[in-house]
């Protein structure tokens, strides 16, 4: 018998406290497994990969990917929590751990309500303190100075002062709108180079592009540029372009609005190894795209292509086309290397400087700076070496996390960490509902793990901003001695944690795939 849709594999329906018992013990497994990374004396996980390999890795997110239940029901709370910790990663690049155990503490802490209390009741209350606690971190956070970015990636690279230095640096020299990126370096030394390079707002377009998978990127070596203003109507337009490419061996970035019939002919080529491509849409928008646009030319050289200013599609040659060192782009941007600086380069941002000290409204003004950002932007690369591929991976997990989490710092500003911050605002809140009660308690849970997992016992007695550096078991000021938290890793957690939790709260019936003996 074939399965040809999911209504003809075997079901097991589990109701009611039986469901939400076991997805709980799915919860716990994962989360016991994942919590012990945590903080500065959190320990490694050692699991065997699909080929049973064994893997060594402190970092939360690729510990739980590689948690697979045996029981249905309990593989389905491990893997909403996944969710969590996945969607955590994606907004702010850190904070894994901490939404696991923070999902984990506020499911543990509601199924310790009182029966009799609505769950609406209940989800209205979590909401309600939600708001209160997100209130409570952005009146405590602080901009973070360049003199803390070493720290902010020494905390993410689990306490490597080597790697945080060097991350730290690379954002130094960056700048606050510069990129750090992360490669393999052929050897076994990590260190940091720099190239000039520009980043523009146009995400992925489809999976089918994605050349890296793990990271959910498309990367392209050594690309062509096209850019083209208009619409490409059909492949039949840009054919000429396509064989020059494909003869030269090279690769290609479209930067357009590419038509379905051309776009499908494109993916199916891709997908059958004929061309290296990846599509972007036109970035900017309103009165400054054209700007943009032209910006994004000189940078990479190209001709921008415009047929209803009378340029014909049929007619263009292969001088029309930029260049670019790399180009990666990710679900919002794309980042492109470029080669050097040239003398129109200079010229523009000449012009770009000029027009920011004239320009008196606010709107506009802001514009030209991003402008002029993109125009005068360095790329940082962290060539990651190790000596061996265990290490290897584990160094990158880590490295990746420092670089997201650091730009997350640049971001939103900080707050004292070792989960103090969290721990605070469960002090300094006042629970109204039995909602509230819950989160404010499940708060408090990442101060305790982080504790735990150093061999200290949980101390309540700390000040606001004052923490326990598990190094010497020293109550000590968090931000003075560096033990910092981006504020957008923490309250992404939280939010991803509680929506998580109040989807399985929710629940009164697991519909499960039947497991074969």
Known sequence: MEFNNPSEIVKTLTFGNDAKEQIMQGVEKLSNAVKSTLGAGGKCVIYEDALGKPVITKDG??????????HPVENIGATLIKEA?????????????????????????ASETPEDLPIRDLKIGLDSGYAKIIDYLDSVKIPVKKSMLEQVATISCNNDEVLGKQIGNAFKKV??????????????????????????????????????????????????????SSPIPNIRRIQGILEHVIKSKRSLLIVSTVEAQPYQTLLANKVKGNIKVNIVDLPGFGPTKQDTLEDLAILTGAKIINEELGDDLDLISPDVLGEAVKSVTDDKNTVLQINNVTDDLLDRINDVSKKIKEETNPFFKKKLEQRMSMLTGKVGIVYVGADSKVELKEKKDRVEDAIYATKAAYKEGIIPGGGTALFQASKNIEAEEPGEAVIL???????????????????????PGEGI?????????????????????????????????????????????????
């Open 85 to 109: 910790a996945q969607n955590t990663v994606k907004e702010a690049g850190d904070g894994t751990t901490t939404a696991t155990v923070l999902a984990h503490a506020i499911l543990k802490l």
């Open 61 to 70: 997110v690729t510990v739980a990917e590689s948690v697979v239940l045996l």
């Open 469 to 517: 550096d598990v190094t010497c078991g020293c109550i000590k000021d968090m931000i003075d001695v560096g033990i910092i938290d981006p504020v957008l890793v923490t309250k992404s957690a939280l939010k991803n944690a509680l929506s998580v939790a109040k989807t399985i709260l929710s629940a009164d019936c697991i519909i499960s795939n039947k497991r074969m003996a």
């Open 175 to 228: 700048g606050k709108d510069g990129i750090v990126l992360m490669e393999e370096s052929e050897t076994n030394e990590t260190y940091i180079d720099f190239v000039e390079g520009v980043q523009f707002d146009s995400g992925l377009k489809s999976p089918h592009l994605v050349t890296d998978k793990d990271k959910n990127i498309a990367v392209l070596d050594n690309p062509y540029v096209l850019i083209v």
């Open 441 to 463: 308690e499940a708060i408090t849970w990442p101060y305790a793990v982080i504790l735990d997992n150093a061999g200290f016992e949980f101390h309540e007695d700390i000040e």
